[in-house]
C-alpha cells in the first residue's frame, strides 16, 4: 500500500512569502504529525493531530506556523511571512494510533528553503 | 523538558559490530524508539522497547535500561548500507509524543 506522501518534495521561497506543504497520511491512521529537520539537528517536534483536533500546538515556533488536518486524512502545514531560519526539512509523520508500540511511519520530507 | 543524548559519529569496519548508546531524562517514560535514516530519506522504524531487557530483530538488537535511562542499538555483521543516521527516540509521559535526540552517524568503511 501507499506510504506517507508530502509535497512539494522541494521550496524555494523569498523571505516575507507564504508557503503550503501538505501531506496524506497512510490510510486509515488516526495520529499525525509534524516535525522539523534542520541540518545536523534532531527532530523537532512541531504538532499532533488526533482525527481532526489538533490536542498538542506546543512545538510550533511561532504564530506564523499553523497547521489543519481535514477529514481525518490530508494535513498542512502553513508557514506565513517566512524567515531564513524556517529553511529547514520538514518531515510528516502518521500512524495508528499515538500510543503503545505503534511505529510513526514517516514521509519523505519537505525541504524549504527561504533565500 | 526531555532530554535524548547519543553521540554524533561512529565508524566501524564492514562485518563487525557496533553499540550506539542513548541516554535520555524525560518526564515520563512510555517506551523508546530507534529509528534508521539514510541522507535525504525519511526516517524508517528499527525496534520498539518498553520494557526491560534486549529486543532481538535480526542483525540488530535494542537494548533498554529504564532504571538507568539507558538504551543501546547493537548493530551485528554491519555492512555497507548499514552507513546511516540512528535516531534514538522516547515517548515520555504524555503517551504520543517522541523526542528525538540528534542522531548518531555511522559509517561502515571497506
Known amino acids: 500500500g501507499a506510504g506517507v506522501s508530502q509535497s512539494p518534495s522541494n521550496k524555494v521561497t523569498e523571505k516575507g512569502k507564504d508557503v503550503e506543504l501538505r501531506c496524506d497520511p497512510i490510510?486509515?491512521?488516526?495520529?499525525l504529525y509534524w516535525y522539523r529537520q534542520s541540518l545536523g539537528q534532531g527532530l523537532e517536534f512541531l504538532i499532533y493531530f488526533q482525527g481532526n483536533s489538533a490536542p498538542d500546538k506546543s512545538g510550533l515556533p511561532s504564530d506564523r506556523f499553523s497547521a489543519e488536518r481535514t477529514g481525518g486524512s490530508v494535513s498542512t502545514l502553513t508557514i506565513q511571512r517566512t524567515q531564513q531560519e524556517d529553511s529547514a526539512v520538514y518531515l510528516c509523520?502518521?500512524?495508528?494510533?499515538?500510543?503503545?508500540?505503534?511505529?510513526?511511519?514517516f514521509g519523505p520530507g519537505t525541504r524549504l528553503t527561504v533565500t | 523538558g526531555q532530554n535524548i543524548d547519543q553521540p554524533t559519529e561512529m565508524t566501524a569496519t564492514e562485518g563487525a559490530i557496533v553499540q550506539i548508546n542513548c541516554t535520555y531524562q524525560t518526564s515520563g517514560f512510555n517506551g523508546l524508539f530507534w529509528y534508521q535514516q539514510h541522507a535525504g530519506e525519511a526516517p524508517t522504524f528499527l525496534s520498539y522497547n518498553v520494557l526491560d531487557g534486549l529486543e532481538e530483530k535480526g542483525r540488530f538488537s535494542s537494548f533498554l535500561s529504564r532504571s538507568k535511562g539507558y538504551s543501546y542499538l547493537l548493530l551485528k555483521e554491519l555492512q555497507m548500507k548499514d552507513s546511516a543516521s540512528y535516531l534514538c527516540?522516547?515517548?515520555?509521559?504524555?503517551?504520543?509524543?517522541?523526542?528525538f535526540g540528534a542522531g548518531t552517524t555511522v559509517t561502515v568503511r571497506a
Open positions: 527516540a522516547v515517548r515520555g509521559g504524555n503517551d504520543y509524543k517522541l523526542s
Open positions: 490510510s486509515g491512521h488516526t495520529a
Open positions: 509523520a502518521s500512524s495508528l494510533q499515538s500510543s503503545g508500540g505503534y511505529e510513526q511511519y
